[in-house]
């Protein structure tokens, strides 16, 4: 066994570098996002909506004084009507 090759070796690996690699950057590539005119339109709608108040107060009143002096009246075959379709709004 010769020790003398094993220096030898042990030089060579001892003497390689790392290169550093360049990076290269994409030409012309971005990312862009673009609303559709529908989309902008939904947009005005909603902001639009959302001032407006959910309930109608006037309408909630006006029921209410009916309630209140007996003279609010909904007539049977609306009532069997709305109950058969399933939901609970007179």
């Known amino acids: ?26 030409p012309g590539f971005s990312d862009a996002l673009e609303i559709s005119g529908a989309g902008k339109d939904y947009q005005m709608v909603k902001q639009a909506l959302s001032s407006v108040p959910d309930v109608r107060e006037d309408v909630v009143a006006d029921i209410k004084s009916q309630i209140a002096d007996g003279s609010y009246n909904v007539p049977n075959s609306v009532l069997a009507d709305k109950l058969l379709a399933g939901t609970n709004a007179l």
């Open 1 to 26: 066994m010769r020790i003398g090759g094993f220096n030898q070796i042990a030089q060579i690996y001892s003497n390689s570098t790392i290169k550093q690699t360049e990076s290269k950057k994409r």
